[in-house]
């Protein structure tokens, strides 16, 4: 979304609340539109994107809310949680809700599956997939029969409830998220990205502030017939300030670098998994308990976060972290179960410094393939 479009919307919320005056004074509504210029006029000199809150996210989380998905209940923004309980309240034991809590305990649709099915639908004249949607864009665990019926009825809850009259009301609260968290935006350098990578993702990339997922952070992607994707980063909201208002701290870069990673390694990994996947289940049997706790239940999620968290490791070893700091990177993905990292981020070492044979990260790739099926999953602790 560009600058002057981000601008336009969150002025168009804060205009078309319909109980504009129940909500706030008008002197609250000047702070709160100096407050979007001042921090969009800084930040669009230098920025390469910026944030969104968007509609289709609010709506999921909110529904799996209601359905009491616990990585969904949570009152980071004890305000807006309240508005959401007291105005949802008539449709808790709809058929939507049930449906959902019913997907939730027994599919396993929960955490980043949610978020599958939110960057795949479009919300027009009324809600439905994208056209042109490859099978494979939506989660699995969603069941094609399901995902119809499912999106079925989210489109009637969608119009009984007033759902866009409700995400407008709101926002002044997501125009604060916005501007709040644009502030960061000037601390990645993107620029590193695509030298890095040797060239472009493989969409538009789009970085959306989520107010109601507990605090979760997803890399999603809509894939297409055509091979066109759309990457999403969907940061969550942890932290207000006294006011109550969204705020964010200078550690969440580490996240955007995380997430938007994520749009330039799953393509890679899709590409030649087949090759990695016999010696990847291996390995991921090895951390299975550890990696299921974080929810990154396959082999294939362990490999796209492997080579994302890999990558992170190179920016900021460009960047001059410092070694404390990368030694503890290290060692905290170990921790979490991707035992392989030190093998990776030297593979990585070993691609830029051998640019002229390798243009882009895609032509390494047989490389990391080589590494990574060389290991011995019988080892604890690989590097041994």
Request: some cysteine.
């Amino acid at each position: 979304m560009s600058s002057l479009r981000l601008f336009y919307v969150s002025l168009k919320h804060l205009i078309n609340c319909n109980f504009w005056n129940k909500l706030i004074k008008m002197q609250t509504f000047l702070s709160t539109l100096i407050l979007v210029i001042i921090t969009l006029s800084g930040v669009c000199q230098k920025a390469t994107m910026l944030p969104s809150v968007d509609e289709r996210m609010e709506l999921l989380s909110i529904v799996f809310r209601l359905a009491g998905a616990k990585e969904y209940v949570n009152n980071k923004i004890p305000g807006y949680t309240g508005d959401i309980d007291r105005y949802f309240a008539p449709y808790k034991d709809s058929e939507l809700v049930n449906f959902t809590r019913k997907l939730w305990q027994t599919n396993g649709v929960s955490f980043d599956a949610v978020m599958s099915m939110a960057v795949n639908i479009e919300i027009k004249d009324g809600i439905r997939f994208k056209e042109g949607l490859s099978d494979e864009s939506l989660d699995d665990r969603w069941g094609q029969k399901s995902a119809k019926k499912f999106v079925k009825l989210l489109n009637g809850f969608y119009t009984d409830s007033k759902f866009h009259e409700f995400f407008l009301s709101h926002g002044p609260l997501y125009a604060i998220a916005q501007a709040n968290f644009s502030k960061l935006i000037n601390l990645v350098d993107f620029t590193w990205f695509q030298s890095f990578y040797g060239g472009s993702p493989g969409g538009d990339f789009h970085l959306v502030v989520s107010l109601t997922n507990g605090g979760c952070n997803y890399g999603m992607k809509a894939k297409f017939k055509d091979g066109k994707e759309e990457p999403y980063a969907i940061i969550g909201t942890w932290k207000t300030d006294s006011l109550g208002q969204p705020v964010y701290s200078n550690n969440v870069t580490e996240t955007i670098i995380h997430e938007y990673n994520h749009s330039f390694c799953n393509p890679l990994v899709d590409g030649c998994f087949k090759e990695m996947e016999p010696m990847a289940e291996k390995l991921y049997r090895k951390s299975s308990k550890i990696l299921q706790k974080q929810a990154y239940g396959t082999a294939k999620t362990m490999t796209y976060e492997i080579l994302v968290r890999s990558c992170v490791i190179r920016y900021y070893q460009e960047k001059n972290a410092g070694d404390g700091k990368i030694k503890s990177m290290l060692l905290t993905e170990k921790s979490k179960g991707f035992l392989w990292i030190d093998e990776l981020v030297s593979a990585l070492s070993a691609y830029e410094h051998n640019r002229d044979k390798y243009p882009a990260l895609k032509d390494f790739m047989p490389e990391i393939v080589k590494v990574q099926n060389g290991l011995n999953p019988d080892l604890s602790d690989q590097g041994k």
